[in-house]
């Protein structure tokens, strides 16, 4: 076992023993707690569990990575994935939790119709599923690299199975309550992980700790070098086609929508107290997710510095270390083309005989090796390693909610039994929680052959389903059943159509790669999908006869905070 | 609250949200994308501006403006007397931070 391998357990144990001790001290006995953790979560602690639901292995482990590659282009993540809190928090917060029940499905059944609440929950359930299968591929793959243990012959199976048992553990006993206190523990943990190295490396580099000071010089300096090695700048804009202005400002769009449309992190403003500590906690988890999301351009930047440092010209004979340990777990290809001896990095594919490039590394695992392409020591190693772990399991327990509470609450519940006790019901929400995570667990270790493209389909059909209707729902009080659920059916299918068409078929399984229309990126086309939902919304509200009194009441009562007699505790 | 004052308070909290919208959109699709390549000719601190926005500038200010979201809606519903009870109607439930 290498030094690297032993920090990086003992950091997991650690870890893992703290989100168990937390998970039996926030043990519930009742729905509420389950679903909502009793409505008793102060703002503060409430923005850190947001934010570790929010920020997924994605966030953690991928995204700098996508930056430190596509440069000015990789802006669309940095953007779309904070803005859409400026929507959640002025357009959607503060009147959800006015509302004050469960789930999404929640607000659109009560709002508008039980076939909308149907269309809603089959929604929610879907694009949960379909994030929450990466999640628990990321645990997998960050224990096969590093702690390297075999069960059933697979490290990754191993690392999935011990995962699942975890959040198995906080998530059936705890509920919300228990998801959130640990949430809290495991955002600490995500962010001094990501901060460490991103400081260290910083001063090693400029001499200024302060990552997101210090790395505009370095970015300006790495145009030149990328120039000369024939890319095209990396502050540059509008490189690519698929980051032409167009789809620059489509796919920033789709983010920021599908974002505040998420129901994982909707759903999360309604366990504070009031509606004040409802906004407030909009604010303290985008100022906790700002932390990591404004290092992370910073650490796309050293991490391309050091990787060109580091490679470019590198005796093939003689190649760094991290460089041969992600070669062993198949994630840099090296092909010394031209058998010079050397490696050259160039624009292109290693497998493309047209393409100069010899070196092409995984973009995953830029996060992972930046601390040891910086040559910082193991235990720093072993701390990244346990903050990716961090927020991917935050991250899966916080979706896995929203599948439970879809499931047993506006399933089992709204539909089948609503005169069920509140025992019942609250094992319902345990049943349906264990098996979410044998599901998921199930595709962590068998990935669908999309799961490449989850990120453009969880957020398109987010942002194309949910956030239109639920937006009009309180700023509209014309907009009626008929018209959400044909605005809802009519984003979906679209998008899921479109997606499902142009995403190129490297994949094979459900894509058709055909070419898109107008140029227009799959990732961006949540945007198109959730403006023609708004305009069929309100089309055919129009049409139709306005809601009955009782629901502009509700409305009316929602728009101001504090008790009013329409309201009544649920 | 009485009919008009409702009226009020929610026409203060649009003219609010609708201040805040407009900043939201002119930091990050007008200043990180539509204007990029202009602001890339300033460069302060060896920032391109447009790159600045892009991937500093814009999520800084985001943060800023829910700050003052959240602050001017707390004195607003201060003002209205409101907020400060349960959500859920629960009266009994008085909220005991003070302001």
Redesign the interface.
């Known amino acids: 076992m290498t030094s690297i391998q032993l920090w990086t357990l003992i950091w997991v144990v650690l870890t893992f023993g703290l989100y168990v001790l937390i998970a039996w001290r926030s043990r519930v006995a009742d729905t509420e707690g389950f679903y909502v953790a009793g409505?008793g979560i102060p703002s503060v602690a409430n923005g850190a569990a947001v934010a570790a639901d929010w920020m997924s292995a994605a966030s953690f482990i991928s995204m700098a990575g996508l930056?430190a590659f596509q440069g000015?282009g990789?802006?669309v993540y940095?953007?779309g994935w904070?803005?859409g809190?400026?929507?959640l928090?002025?357009?959607l917060a503060?009147y959800l939790?006015?509302f004050?029940k469960y789930t999404v499905p929640d607000f659109v059944g009560d709002r508008y119709s039980e076939t909308a609440r149907a269309v809603a929950a089959v929604a929610a359930i879907f694009v949960s599923m379909t994030y929450v299968a990466g999640q628990m591929r990321g645990v997998g793959i960050v224990f096969s690299r590093y702690v390297g243990i075999e069960i059933f012959g697979d490290p990754v199976i191993g690392g999935v199975l011990i995962g699942m048992a975890i959040v198995f553990f906080y998530a059936v006993l705890g509920g919300m309550k228990g998801i959130t206190w640990t949430q809290v523990a495991q955002y600490s943990v995500l962010i001094v992980a990501y901060l460490i190295p991103a400081i260290a490396i910083a001063y090693t580099l400029t001499g200024n700790p302060i990552p997101?000071?210090s790395?505009?010089?370095?970015?300006?300096d790495l145009n030149g070098l990328q120039q000369e090695l024939g890319f095209s700048g990396y502050?540059?804009?509008f490189t690519a086609e698929n980051r032409n202005?167009l789809n620059?400002?489509l796919i920033?769009g789709a983010l920021m929508i599908g974002t505040a449309g998420l129901p994982h992190v909707i759903v999360r403003f309604y366990t504070t107290?009031?509606?004040?500590?409802?906004?407030?906690s909009?604010?303290w988890a985008?100022?906790f997710i700002?932390i990591l999301?404004?290092t992370a351009?910073a650490v796309g930047v050293f991490a391309k510095t050091n990787f060109i440092d580091t490679v470019e010209g590198a005796s093939v004979n003689n190649l760094p270390q991290w460089v041969v340990d992600w070669q062993d777990a198949d994630l840099i290809t090296i092909d010394d083309k031209n058998e010079d001896g050397t490696i050259q990095f160039a624009p292109g594919e290693v497998a493309d005989p047209e393409s100069t490039n010899e070196i092409e590394p995984d973009l995953d695992i830029m996060v992972l090796a930046n601390p040891q392409i910086a040559g910082l020591p193991a235990i720093v190693v072993g701390l990244v390693a346990a903050g990716g772990l961090a927020a991917a399991l935050s991250t899966a327990s916080g979706l896995l909610l929203v599948i439970s509470s879809s499931v047993a609450h506006d399933f089992y519940y709204k539909r089948f039994r609503p005169n069920a006790s509140e025992a019942q019901q609250l094992m319902a929400g345990r049943i349906a929680m264990a098996c979410a995570i044998v599901v998921a667990g199930w595709f962590g270790i068998n990935p669908p052959a999309f799961v490449g493209q989850v990120v453009a389909f969880a957020f398109g059909l987010a942002a194309a389903s949910f956030f239109p209707i639920i937006v009009l729902g309180i700023f509209w009080k014309r907009a009626n059943a008929q018209g959400a659920v044909a605005g809802m059916l009519t984003g979906l299918i679209f998008t899921a159509a479109y997606i499902m068409a142009t995403v190129p078929d490297e994949a094979g399984a459900i894509f058709f790669g055909l070419d898109p229309l107008f140029g227009i990126s799959p990732e961006g086309i949540g945007t198109i999908g959730a403006l023609l939902n708004l305009i069929v919304t309100v089309v055919v509200s129009r049409a139709t006869a306005p809601p009955p009194q009782k629901m502009m009441d509700l409305i009316?009562d929602i728009?101001?905070?504090?008790?009013?007699p329409a309201?009544?505790?649920? | 609250?009485d009919e008009s004052q409702?009226q009020q308070?929610?026409r203060s909290?649009l003219t609010l949200?609708s201040a805040?919208?407009v900043c939201?959109f002119l930091v990050?699709?007008v200043c990180?994308?539509?204007l990029?390549?202009p602001l890339?000719n300033i460069?302060?601190?060896?920032?391109?501006m447009?790159?600045?926005f892009?991937?500093?500038g814009?999520?800084?200010t985001?943060?800023v403006?829910?700050?003052v979201?959240?602050w001017r809606?707390?004195r607003l519903?201060d003002e209205y007397g409101?907020?400060?009870?349960?959500?859920?109607?629960?009266?009994g439930?008085r909220?005991e931070r003070k302001g």
């Open positions: 409505h930056i000015y990789g802006s940095l953007m904070t803005g809190y400026v929507l928090a002025l357009l503060p939790r006015k004050g997101q000071l790395f505009g010089s370095l970015a300006t502050t540059d804009p202005m620059m400002l920033t107290k009031t509606v004040r500590d409802a906004r407030a909009a604010f985008l100022l700002a999301y404004t351009p009316e728009r101001y905070p504090g008790a009013a309201t009544r505790p649920h | 609250m409702r308070y929610w909290n949200m805040l919208l939201w990050s699709y990180g994308i539509l990029v390549e890339n460069v302060i601190n060896g920032f391109p447009g790159f600045w892009a991937q500093q814009a999520i800084v985001f943060v403006l829910i700050g979201y959240v809606m707390d519903d409101v907020g400060r009870d349960n959500a859920n109607g629960d009266a439930a909220d």
